[in-house]
């Protein structure tokens, strides 16, 4: 049985977390699923909860610094400067791990990655549970990630010991994630911390991650479909309307997410129109999961530029995709 619990009621998911059960908990990016991290069986839990792969590292959040020294070995200048100006927030450092934080966690890397979220629940409940907490998204491996506590309930319900419900996350894609192990510091996942912001601080900033606008992996398949909901997605390069109007005599179900200068035809039901690049973030998934709901039997999503909080949207919309585009040529 999974318990919905409510704000009034943290104590009973840090008792659950110290316990070493499974706890999902909002954050300011998306839902994470969190146990304690120094805790073998509740963080292999989590990777049976999810059906993730081994190999893929957790993230460890915590609430104040002295847990962070526990669990690194290194604390590059660099990195103070960062912590200073977007902890607690949605950027994600990787150091060099210590002893205490296993490779379960790491998954089998000599690093770890962690983050001290802003959302004050989140803190609430790592301050409450007294333990860092290791927290992927709260989603089934592969999906969408959640932004409501109801996707959580949707993906968890009956694998995992309580959710706690904190309404909609406000930034809706997952935490900028930057190594900060080496000279260079290496973006490996665009976020709510902009590609923009980093450089400011950092000067050089390294992207290390998959989908640079139109290049392709190395090995394209399914190995990288992520963020994916059941219906097909294809992100729209141009002549928007003109597809729509193809898809609407092909499909039944076609929904769309756009801008608010696009005509959308008016066989086409389900829709999210936006009005800007944080707003497009904040509803991608949870338009993706909804229309889901809906039946969709495909989903267009316009693209969008390299700037700001789109290099994230873009990396999320290529992905969720599988490299699956529409572009009229000329
Ligand atoms: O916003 C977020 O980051 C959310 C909330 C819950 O905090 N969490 C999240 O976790 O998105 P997850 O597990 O879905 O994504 C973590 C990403 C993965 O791409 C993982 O490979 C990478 O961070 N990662 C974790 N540890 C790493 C490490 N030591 N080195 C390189 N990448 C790492
Ligand atoms: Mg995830």
């Not at 959040?61 to 669990?71: G, P, Q, R, T, V």
Request: proline share 5%; hydrophobic share 35%; with cysteine.
């Amino acid at each position: 049985m999974t318990k919905l619990l409510s704000l009034k009621q943290l104590n009973i998911g840090a008792e659950i977390l110290r316990q070493g059960g499974l706890v999902a908990f909002p954050t300011e990016t998306v839902y994470g699923l969190g146990a304690n991290a120094l805790n073998e069986t509740a963080v292999k839990n989590i990777f049976k909860a999810k059906g993730r792969p081994s190999d893929n590292p957790l993230i460890v959040h915590i609430a104040d610094y002295d847990a962070l020294n526990e669990l690194v070995t290194e604390i590059p200048e660099k990195a103070n400067v960062l912590m200073d100006k977007f902890w607690p927030g949605p950027l994600t450092l990787v150091f060099k791990k210590s002893e205490k934080v296993s490779k379960t966690v790491s998954g089998g890397l000599d690093t770890v990655a962690i983050r001290m979220p802003k959302n004050p629940v989140a803190l609430e409940l790592i301050k409450l549970s007294g333990i860092p907490v290791a927290a992927p998204s709260a989603n089934t491996s592969g999906k969408p990630s959640p932004t409501k506590a109801q996707y959580v309930v949707d993906d968890m319900s009956g694998k995992i010991d309580a959710i706690i419900d904190g309404g909609n996350c406000e930034v809706g894609l997952e935490s900028t994630v930057l190594d900060v192990t080496g000279d260079v510091p290496k973006l490996l996942r665009p976020g709510g911390v902009t590609f923009e912001q980093l450089t400011e601080v950092l000067g050089e900033v390294e992207k290390k991650f998959e989908c640079n606008d139109n290049e392709k992996p190395a090995s394209p398949g399914m190995k990288y479909k992520h963020y994916a909901p059941d219906a097909k997605v294809v992100v729209v390069k141009n002549d928007f309307e003109n597809y729509i109007n193809i898809c609407c005599e092909k499909y039944k179900n076609v929904a769309v997410i756009c801008y608010g200068d696009i005509k959308i035809n008016e066989k086409c039901k389900l829709k999210k129109v936006v009005n800007s690049p944080s707003e497009y973030a904040e509803i991608l998934f949870s338009a993706m999961r909804d229309f889901d709901k809906q039946n969709a039997d495909i989903i267009l999503a316009q693209d969008v530029d390299d700037t700001g909080i789109n290099l994230a949207i873009k990396n999320r919309l290529y992905r969720s995709c599988g490299y699956n585009f529409y572009e009229k040529t000329k």
